[in-house]
């Protein structure tokens, strides 16, 4: 006579064994797009951090070597050609690019350094401040008044704050920020790890919000109310409140599901955006991060910066890449 107990057990696993199938069976049946991707030559082989547009035609990258040299290119042709706009100042990596018009741009990186152009990158002025950690973002409404933010190694962070675009005022923090973004000169968003931030006074103060459990690396605000925020561990999050308030549209990453590790999103409206991360990984949505397409045969980089242009955009990452897509 069977072992009845064997026997539960027997049927008791193969139900588990169905179950553990049938999940990873719906995680890979998601739909899938094609792009077109071109490979685009940087000339540079260190990583780059991220890639801002202007314009179809006009656009900058930036990133390097942590500790030894930073690399800034441009391009004038969408992305066919990139032109070497390094400076000898240069001696540290960049990681965020910010232009308040084709001419007036900000560049930051590590050891605190911030450069500026007023010609389109021909020449840059170069500012140190008086924090020597890694700025991850900066945001400028004009050629003089903006914020920044940065840290290292989770618990040490700061924030900059300008009137002038030249001497910049520092706060330091227990925790590491890594992107903000502002809808005014008071109003203004923040997060990092653990956590995003709201201020409704200039960044005088900072009021927690709902937002946790993630590494939280980037932002993207279609408009004064609804933005959307990702977490290197895979959540992501949205606001329709200015940023006070946060609905979880992914959890961070669990088991049996694809681990998305996250790096960078761009939203062209409240419904259409992209995010790129780790390991190839590419997504778009079209309802408003309510669900997600995976995008199909993405090469093979650690994507760090993504920028939309029309019909698709540019995405950079490790070793150099730059990749125009198109759908």
């Excluded at 500026?116 to 003089?144: A, R, V």
Aim: glycine share 12%; with cysteine.
């Amino acid at each position: 006579m069977p072992n009845r107990r064997f026997t539960w057990m027997r049927s008791a696993g193969l139900l588990i064994i169905c179950f553990i199938a049938s999940v990873f069976l719906t995680s890979c049946g998601k739909d899938k797009l094609e792009f077109s991707f071109t490979k685009l030559n940087s000339g540079i082989s260190n990583d780059l951090n991220h890639i801002f547009f202007v314009n179809d035609s006009v656009g900058y990258a930036c990133g390097g070597d942590r500790y030894f040299k930073g690399d800034l290119l441009k391009t004038t042709d969408g992305g066919f050609t990139w032109q070497d706009q390094s400076t000898p100042d240069m001696i540290k990596a960049l990681y965020h690019l910010c232009f308040t018009s084709p001419d007036t741009g900000y560049c930051c990186g590590y050891d605190g350094k911030i450069f500026k152009t007023f010609d389109g990158g021909n020449n840059w002025q170069y500012m140190q401040t008086d924090y020597y950690k890694p700025l991850h973002s900066i945001f400028m409404f004009d050629g003089e008044h903006g914020f920044a933010c940065g840290g290292d190694g989770y618990k040490s962070g700061y924030i900059l704050n300008t009137s002038s675009g030249e001497d910049w005022n520092s706060d330091t923090s227990e925790v590491e920020y890594r992107d903000l973004h502002f809808f005014n000169e008071v109003e203004g968003v923040m997060c990092g790890y653990g956590l995003i931030l709201h201020t409704d006074d200039g960044g005088v103060t900072w009021n927690y919000t709902n937002a946790k459990q993630d590494f939280f690396v980037a932002l993207d605000f279609v408009n004064e109310h609804t933005g959307f925020a990702i977490g290197y561990t895979g959540s992501i999050w949205k606001t329709e409140d200015g940023g006070q308030n946060w609905d979880r549209l992914r959890n961070s990453n669990i088991i049996f599901k694809d681990h998305w590790y996250l790096n960078c999103l761009a939203f062209r409206d409240a419904n259409t955006g992209y995010i790129a991360g780790e390991g190839g990984c590419f997504f778009k949505t079209t309802d408003g991060g309510e669900s997600w397409h995976v995008i199909d045969h993405v090469p093979d980089a650690d994507w760090k910066g993504i920028s939309l242009v029309s019909n698709g955009g540019f995405l950079c990452g490790t070793n150099g890449a730059i990749y125009r897509f198109i759908e």
